[in-house]
Structure formats: structure tokens, C-alpha cells
């Protein structure tokens, strides 16, 4: 085998071409991250975070702590993925590759944004006479409200709208959902009475 190569060398050497051996240990390019572009995402999820570094291209997936995320774009430098709902606190971002996963212990902090309002009531009456029945329109169409009462002989629930059935006090129980991305109100719960004349 020796010979062999040896010849090899020779004739490459005679046409005036070089022989370049192989390394032997050749690295294996590692994807690493330089830069997380949003550290702070909110714990319901579904915002996109960039990640910056090298060898990106090369990530086959996204983990944060447990949770795969979905992986948006992805080159070189740069990696874009949704995160995952979460609860508040520290998360890792692992990025696997090959069978090998790189780590990046407490990447993000999921938080819940404290400078977001509580969303409004939907408008509702102070009084409502027997028979009547009142409807409650959100704040905004694409927000969940729900509404209850603990006071089912004074008034009836069918949706959102609210129908007096005798004098009394008549107690809503509000739930205003927002929607995870709103970056302006935060969810709310509510107790609210309507008197009944």
C-alpha cells in the first residue's frame, strides 16, 4: 500500500501537481449562538425569535427546555423560530444537529408583559327593567368574553346578552380573553351587578 502511494506521489509530482493528504480529524462544524434578538417572549407563545451566530444552516431543530418550536427560516447567521407557550421563568434554547444537540442554558426569560392594560367590560347598563333583555358587545372582536351569573332566578345568560327575569341583583361574572399577541391589553376577570327594577 505503501508503494502504491508512494507512485501516486511520483507521477503527481512528474505532471507538476500536488498530493494533499486528508486530515485525519476533521472538525465538524458546530452551530452556535452569538445573539438572541427578543430574550423576553411572553409565556402563551407564538412570537418570533432571531437567533445569531454561526453555522446555523446546519439546525435540524429548535427545543425550548422540552418543547420543539417552529423553526421559520434558517441560514448561516441566521435562525428564526416561534416560540412555544411557556410557563414565566428561564428557558434553554437547544439546537440539535446530526445526533448532537448544542445548549444555551437560560436563553430566554418568558414574562408576562406588566405595562399592558387590563382589557374593558364590554358596556353594561346599572339597571335593567323586568323583561328586558341588554347585549354586550367587546372591546374588540377578536377578544373572548365569556359571561356567567350566580343569580339565575334574577337574570339568564344566552351568550352575551343578558335578560332580566325579576327585581333583585343580578351578578355577572365576566371573563374578558384576550388575544396572546395583543400587545396593548391584558385578560381580565370581572364581577359585575346589574339592578333590577
Keep these: ?11 503527481a509530482s512528474v505532471l507538476g ?24 417572549p411572553l409565556p402563551a407563545g407564538g412570537q418570533n425569535i432571531t437567533l445569531y451566530g454561526t453555522n446555523l444552516n446546519l439546525v435540524s431543530a429548535v427545543i425550548v427546555d422540552k418543547t420543539t418550536a417552529t423553526m421559520v427560516s434558517k441560514e448561516a447567521t441566521k435562525l428564526v423560530f416561534i416560540t412555544p407557550a411557556h410557563a414565566n421563568g428561564l428557558a434553554n434554547i437547544s439546537l440539535k444537529y446530526g445526533s448532537k444537540t448544542y445548549v444555551l442554558k437560560d436563553a430566554l426569560l418568558y414574562k408576562d408583559s ?7 367590560l ?16 367587546p ?16 337574570c339568564s345568560i344566552t351568550g352575551l ?12 361574572n365576566i371573563d374578558v380573553n384576550v388575544d396572546t399577541m ?5 385578560s381580565r376577570s370581572a364581577l359585575y351587578f346589574i339592578t333590577v327594577n
Excluded: H
Aim: proline share 8%; net charge positive; aromatic share 4%.
Design 114 to 120: 406588566a405595562n399592558r392594560v387590563l382589557a374593558p
Design 1 to 11: 500500500m505503501r508503494k502504491f502511494i508512494a507512485a501516486v506521489a511520483m507521477i
Design 139 to 154: 372591546g374588540n372582536s377578536a377578544w373572548q368574553v365569556v359571561v356567567t351569573t350566580d343569580t339565575p332566578t334574577i
Design 161 to 172: 346578552e343578558v335578560k332580566a327575569l325579576k327585581k333583585g341583583e343580578c351578578a355577572l
Design 122 to 137: 364590554p358596556y353594561i347598563p346599572e339597571t335593567l327593567k323586568v323583561g328586558r333583555t341588554v347585549s354586550m358587545t
Design 17 to 40: 501537481m500536488s498530493v494533499a493528504a486528508a486530515p485525519a480529524n476533521a472538525a465538524t462544524p458546530v452551530p452556535k449562538i452569538l445573539q438572541v434578538s427578543n430574550k423576553k
Design 182 to 186: 395583543d400587545r396593548t391589553y391584558r
